[in-house]
């Protein structure tokens, strides 16, 4: 959020409509990163909460799917990112629900 899209190693000066997207996202990701770790304390009886926060990123891996598709394959970081926001969250919300499950009973 502070360093823009610095990390992409572009040349100066890039758009400032590049610069704000960056900002915003990174604003939206710290916020529901702030999000999930809310949860920690009683994880299985926050799972509206979790499962909400999961759906976010979750759309965020599909139009990150939609990018390769569409553009190609991009650097290893983004697909690593595919992958947690395909793969792991979806797991993450399968282990909150058994856990809710277990509490349950």
Do not use: N
Not at 27 to 41: D, K, M, Q
Not at 77 to 92: D, I, Q, S, T, Y
């Amino acid at each position: 959020m502070f360093l823009g899209p610095d990390f992409l190693r572009l040349d100066p000066p890039w758009p400032a409509d590049l610069d704000s997207h960056f900002r915003f996202l990174s604003g939206v990701f710290a916020a529901v990163g702030v999000g999930f770790y809310s949860t920690v304390p009683d994880i299985e009886r926050k799972g509206a909460r979790f499962r909400l926060l999961a759906a976010l990123v979750i759309a965020g891996g599909v139009g990150r799917l939609l990018s390769l598709v569409v553009m190609g394959s991009p650097s290893a970081g983004h697909l690593a990112g595919l992958a947690m926001e395909l793969l792991v969250v979806p797991l993450l919300v399968l282990w909150q629900w058994r856990l809710a499950a277990v509490e349950r009973k």
